[in-house]
Each structure stands twice: as structure tokens, then as C-alpha cells.
Nanobody, 121 residues
Framework: QLQLVESGGGLVQPGGSLRLSCAYSKFTYSAIGWFRQAPGKEREGVSCISSNGRTDYADSVKGRFTISRDNVKNTVYLQMNSLTPEDTAVYYC?????????????????WGQGTQVTVSS
């Protein structure tokens, strides 16, 4: 059974940075993605990294967030810079077994429990 464990969330001031981590048990995947759900809103795709190294981002985070991976540690990271209150949400990582290059949550098969990110002064 694939396991995903997110960490790195917390409280940060506007303009600050956080790095989220997603540790996963060894699995042959097509993509690992980050998603977020703000209070009262639908969950949305943020970024993904595919097995071939391709990265994709939502327009709202382009230029501020960077996704990367460490294949030795089986960990995917989301570096988040220039955070704003609009980035406040529960952030989830997820694995797509079959689809590369998509941040459509319907393409994802396994989900972590999420980590809270709060951007506030």
C-alpha cells in the first residue's frame, strides 16, 4: 500500500517562505502532485512533477513555487516563496499511477493526509 506523508506546513508571515515535503513509499509513479484546499473552496491543483522530470504549475503559483524531488529519499518538495494570505490552505500531495503532466486531481490515485499552511501577519 502506497503511503504519502506531508510535512513542513505552519504559520508564516506574508512574503515569507515554506518548504513542504512529501515522503512516499517506493512506488512506480507517473506523477506526484501538490494540491491545496482553502476554507470554503474546492481543492485545486498547485504543481506536479512527472517521472520524466517534467514540472507543471498552476498560474497562481508560477514564479513563486518550485517543485523538486529526491529519488534517493523518495521525497518530493514544494518550495513556496513570496507567500500571500491567498495561499492559506491545507496542502496535499498525491500520486498519479498512470498520468504525467497533469494537475487535475481526477488523475490522482493516492493521497496524503495534508498539512496546514497559514499565511498571516
Amino acid at each position: 500500500q502506497l503511503q504519502l506523508v506531508e510535512s513542513g506546513g505552519g504559520l508564516v508571515q506574508p512574503g515569507g517562505s515554506l518548504r513542504l515535503s512529501c515522503a512516499y513509499s517506493k512506488f512506480t509513479y507517473s506523477a506526484i502532485g501538490w494540491f491545496r484546499q482553502a476554507p470554503g473552496k474546492e481543492r485545486e491543483g498547485v504543481s506536479c512533477i512527472s517521472s520524466n522530470g517534467r514540472t507543471d504549475y498552476a498560474d497562481s503559483v508560477k514564479g513563486r513555487f518550485t517543485i523538486s524531488r529526491d529519488n534517493v529519499k523518495n521525497t518530493v518538495y514544494l518550495q513556496m516563496n513570496s507567500l500571500t494570505p491567498e495561499d492559506t490552505a491545507v496542502y496535499y500531495c498525491a500520486v498519479s499511477a498512470y498520468v504525467r503532466g497533469s494537475i487535475d486531481q481526477r488523475r490522482y490515485d493516492y493521497w496524503g493526509q495534508g498539512t496546514q499552511v497559514t499565511v498571516s501577519s
